[in-house]
């Protein structure tokens, strides 16, 4: 499809079994509103969601669970034509299953909503993840003002538990009869070759009498999973709040954001292997806060300009759960042979983890740096280390925490995709630098210019 085609045109070469398969998000030329709940930043908070029927003494400790409210705006329901949530889930304790949300029970009689499984891992409910479900919820179970939320688990014994670290409620309306922004993506267009660090620009229209508030660009390609899904070839995002802070969910992981016209942003894909059949597209936001969506850039290729990426990932399988109080689950990730690792010019490694409280983390025995997590919050670290420490076929990854009372506590969570190890391989001749001031045995006068 021609990719100047506005907002409100629908796309006929979206493939929503693959988008599907990851996590739902809007189309080409959906137009719609994002409405925002958190649920405070207590480490006793409401963001734990407990089996009712735990018995442990700590998991009684919270309960009953906490509802959270979400506001809807006056007007907003009025040509609603569906409605989603998505979520910030820490997928909990191992065994935790049944997870759902309802949303107003003080006055309705709504069902209970069940919240999708991971569907790329074999042990869904012993995987250790932060990702994004979505719930598709009937309109009629909602109303303008405030809008309780209530959620549920089933642990089938002493402490079940996940945690829900933000909602995001997305109302739909039918394009034709919602004011809203229009636009493109400009550059690059469909079929072309991009390079590093590649510059990305869109073209957006306000309504009448409103304004572009912000444009967020999102790809699909292969590269590292943000969202936790453990897939890997996906239109790349992740929504996510600190715990620790009042804020509500935000993107991450995506192209690029911009807020002032005119619209661009640099794709730094440096972590990105060189690969074709990617695409992109824009979501564009106007003042009333209503999205509109862009047509896909499809036939993208990326080339790097003299290097290739390598993602080396843990697997095939990863242990469910990747966690244990003494830090004595381990992972592997295998590099082959014919790669010849020890010719990489820089090797790093991304781990997302949960309660790591700034662990050691360690490579075939050696440490290489800290986790870089605090206690029960989400991180996700990146960091470079020697590549003397790989080796050819499989390398040992562990991570460990030790409380200073001697004890373990929680434990380090290895979080969905587990480790990831990057390397940059040079084309040819690696760059040379060479230094032409000071010259050889030049004197300096303090201070050096």
Not at 7 to 18: D, K, N, R, T, Y
Request: glycine letters at 8%.
């Amino acid at each position: 499809m021609n990719k100047t085609l506005s907002c409100c045109v629908l796309s006929a070469q979206v493939m929503l079994g693959v988008i599907a398969a990851s996590h739902a998000a809007p189309q080409p030329g959906e137009v719609y509103l994002e409405l925002y709940e958190y649920p405070g930043t207590s480490d006793t908070g409401g963001w734990r969601v407990t089996d009712p029927a735990a018995t442990a003494a700590d998991a009684q400790l919270y309960l009953p669970n906490k509802w959270h409210t979400i506001t809807i705006p006056t007007g907003a329901l009025a040509g609603a034509t569906r409605v989603e949530a998505m979520l910030e889930r820490w997928m909990g304790h191992p065994g935790s299953r049944e997870k759902r949300l309802k949303f107003n029970s003080d006055t309705m009689t709504n069902p209970w909503i069940d919240v999708p499984q991971l569907t790329a891992v074999s042990d869904s409910d012993s995987s250790m993840a932060m990702d994004n479900p979505v719930v598709t919820v009937p309109v009629t179970q909602l109303r303008e003002g405030t809008n309780r939320i209530d959620f549920y688990c089933n642990g089938d014994g002493d402490w079940g538990q996940w945690g829900e670290y933000g909602t995001m409620l997305r109302i739909y309306y039918n394009p034709a009869a919602k004011a809203h922004a229009t636009g493109s993506i400009t550059s690059p267009s469909a079929n072309a070759t991009i390079g590093d660090s590649a510059a990305i620009t869109v073209e957006g229209t306000p309504p009448p009498g409103g304004s572009v508030s912000q444009v967020n660009v999102i790809g699909y390609y292969e590269g590292y999973d943000e969202n936790g899904d453990n897939i890997t070839t996906e239109w790349h995002e992740f929504y996510h709040r600190p715990r620790s802070q009042s804020v509500h969910l935000a993107i991450t992981g995506h192209i690029g954001s911009d807020t002032s016209p005119p619209y661009s942003v640099t794709w730094d894909n440096a972590q990105v292997p060189s690969q074709a059949g990617m695409k992109m597209l824009a979501r564009i936001k106007d003042s009333s806060g209503i999205w509109c969506v862009t047509s896909e850039v499809t036939g993208l290729t990326l080339a790097h300009s003299n290097y290739n990426i390598k993602l080396y990932r843990a697997g095939p399988s990863i242990p469910a759960p990747l966690w244990d109080p003494w830090g004595t689950k381990k992972c592997s990730v295998n590099i082959p042979a014919a790669d010849n690792i020890s010719s990489a010019e820089e090797v790093r490694i991304l781990w997302k983890t949960w309660a790591s409280h700034d662990a050691d983390f360690s490579i075939n025995g050696t440490v290489i740096g800290k986790s870089g997590g605090s206690n029960h919050e989400y991180s996700l670290t990146t960091r470079t280390f020697n590549k003397s420490v790989l080796t050819s076929g499989n390398n040992t990854i562990l991570s460990r925490y030790v409380s200073p009372d001697g004890g373990a506590h929680h434990g380090v969570e290895m979080l969905l995709p587990g480790p990831v190890i990057v390397a940059k391989y040079y084309r040819g001749a690696m760059p040379s630098v060479t230094l032409t001031v000071p010259t050889n045995h030049a004197v300096f006068s303090a201070p050096a210019n």
